[in-house]
């Protein structure tokens, strides 16, 4: 049986993300420890009043990279599943954007291995946020590093 | 040449649409930047971008083939 395909996947959807599904994809015999982030769209932003947000990705390259991160954590880490799903379109206030989980024998790789995902993620994968005030107006975020953490 | 753009976040706003189709003679994607750069008023440094060509990252002295897929990536915010 073929396990290796099925321990580390990343998703862009447009639908609202299933937690309970991805959860699933973590399970496997030997683990011991699970840890998951959520990212949520905030209601502020750098003192501005946020409505909803807009996410755009460059679906191809933007799948193939997550994958790629996914693919690292694994080599990286001692865990055992690896998922990550993006959300793009619009998104209101308190929808979760971004979901990665990790499986691991024992909590600190998959403490270590949920926190590079969600970093590098954020810092790699062409996805770009919109970000629409409660004043009417919208703009793109093009940070030129990776903002608070 | 012809080159296929696709445009994302705000160089997709400034160039007012997401994808053309572009006659020229720029042999690399530096050369090509420049040009749309003029052409579309996009105010990013070169170093402020990634670019992909046919899918996959590469670097600015990419030599383009006809046909090739050219994408500017302005930074990434998602998350």
């Not at chain 1, 959807?13 to 991805?22: G, Q, R, T, V, Y």
């Not at chain 2, 006809?66 to 930074?75: A, G």
Request: include cysteine.
């Amino acid at each position: 049986m073929n396990t290796k395909a099925s321990t580390a996947k990343f998703w862009i959807s447009e639908a609202p993300i299933d937690i309970a599904h991805l959860q699933r994809e973590l399970e496997a015999a030997g683990v011991g420890a699970v840890v998951c982030f959520e990212g949520r769209v905030r209601d502020h932003n750098e003192g501005r009043p946020v409505d909803s947000l807009t996410y755009q990705a460059y679906g191809e390259l933007a799948e193939a990279e997550g994958q790629r991160i996914l693919e690292e954590a694994r080599a990286r880490f001692a865990i055992e599943r690896v998922v990550c799903l993006h959300r793009v379109g619009e998104l209101a206030v308190g929808e979760v954007a971004v979901w990665a989980g990790v499986s691991a024998g024992h909590r600190a790789a998959a403490f270590d291995a949920c926190r590079y995902v969600i970093d590098e993620v954020k810092a790699r994968v062409p996805i770009w946020k919109r970000e629409h005030y409660r004043q009417g107006a919208s703009e793109w975020l093009h940070p030129d590093s990776a903002g608070p953490k | 040449m012809n080159y296929r753009l696709l445009y994302f976040a705000s160089l997709c706003d400034a160039a007012g649409r997401a994808e053309e189709i572009v006659a020229s003679e720029a042999a690399d994607v530096r050369a090509l930047y420049s040009e749309l750069a003029e052409r579309h008023g996009f105010t990013f440094a070169p170093e402020r971008l990634r670019v992909a060509v046919n899918g996959a990252f590469t670097d600015w002295d990419h030599c383009l083939a006809d046909n090739d897929e050219v994408v500017f990536l302005p930074p990434v915010s998602g998350g």
